[in-house]
């Protein structure tokens, strides 16, 4: 299969957003789209019009102050009165998209929304080609199935809806994974069938949550299944475990030589400034930006560290950080754990003359001290160094 360039649309304002404790400022907001636009995040969800009168203003200032090339969308539920107030909150963009939702899954039709199948496929079908008649001739509709990843069974139902949706005038079809429940792929084989049997003019999207921990993971397989549009958030924010994190998927894809064209080298610096803006700080081990990442401390990883620390691929680094703005690739702390290369590499880097030989000559000095205190600052191997 020949796959075509991702795209990210981002959900951040809107996904991201509702799950604050304290939700964005309308100025907040503005700095967030921003952020989007420097990484090169052309697609990007405003909101959700319809919630209240601040959201709809929200979406409408976004939408005005937007360039000419990014596309804004909006969240609207498949009721045509919400789905007017969405057009009228964006239709002033140059690319206006307009985003409907309506569940599918056999148990939240039976359940939430408490109609027959057909009778849900018909109010789908009439909420695009009303959507569709809004916008006429520009902007995109977006048709998502919530609780795609639950459409196991009936997916031949599922299917022929986004079909019928395709013919009323859907551009992008989007299959979330609304609930994280089970294995990637079974997802993504959902994922791939349908992908099959859309129009090829019709754009197919995930939505990965990551309440098992995989959003990353089943959002890259996915789009190697054939989804082109990628539905992701910054830092993964978003309700419960969150949502699919636009900057690992973007890692992950960089590595396999899959172009994405963001701007990863602006990654870091937009990642510390989103965890300030959503008071959620980047846990110690989380990939990419946790402190912990390029630390090593074991001496088996630190040797494989240290030989290959010049090298463009290193024994236990996942990628080159730098080319997601992280100026170091490995460090090395002191432990009880730890070996002759790394207490060679702290003192050499501090400026000791010292042979590899001399520095496994007294290591048990230092592990010795080490299994009292914890980790070494360098402050203070060098202080246990000069009084050997």
Known sequence: MTHKTPVFHDTTLRDGNQSLAKPWSLQ???????????????????????????????????????DSQAVVGALTRAVQKDIKTTHESIACAANPRIHIVLALSPFTMENVLRMPPLKVRELAV??????????GERGEVQFTAEHFG??????????????????AGADIINMPNTVERYRPK??????????????????????CHNDLGMATATSVESYFAGAVQIE????????????????????????????????MKLFAKTATRIAELSDTPIHPKAPLFGKEV???????????????????????????????????????????????????????????????????????????VSEKEGELPTERILEIYSGI
């Open 186 to 207: 079974l997802f993504t084989d959902m994922v791939e069938r349908v992908v099959g049997r859309l129009p090829k003019r019709v754009m197919a999207s995930v939505h």
């Open 232 to 263: 992701t958030c910054l830092n993964g924010i978003g309700e419960r475990a969150g949502n699919a994190n636009l900057f690992e998927i973007a890692a992950v894809l960089n590595n396999c030589g899959t172009g994405t064209g963001l701007n």
């Open 150 to 167: 639950d459409c196991m069974e009936n997916i031949d139902f599922v299917t022929e809806t986004f079909l019928r949706c395709c013919e």
């Open 294 to 368: 390029t630390m090593h401390r074991s001496g088996i990883h630190q040797d494989g560290a240290a030989k290959t620390k010049s090298m463009a691929k290193g024994a236990y680094r996942p990628m080159n950080f730098s080319e997601i703005g992280i100026e170091h690739n490995d460090r090395l702390g002191f432990t009880s754990q730890s070996g002759r290369s790394a207490l060679f590499e702290i003192l050499s880097a501090s400026g000791i003359e010292i042979s590899e030989e001399r520095a496994s000559e007294i290591l048990g000095i230092f592990k010795s």
């Open 28 to 66: 907040e907001k503005l700095e967030v789209f921003g952020l989007l636009r420097e990484l090169g995040v052309s697609r990007i969800e405003t909101g959700f019009p319809s919630a209240s009168q601040m959201d709809f203003d929200t979406c409408r200032t976004l939408a005005e102050s937007a």
């Open 126 to 135: 009439s909420a695009v080609s009303y959507a569709r008649s809004l916008l």
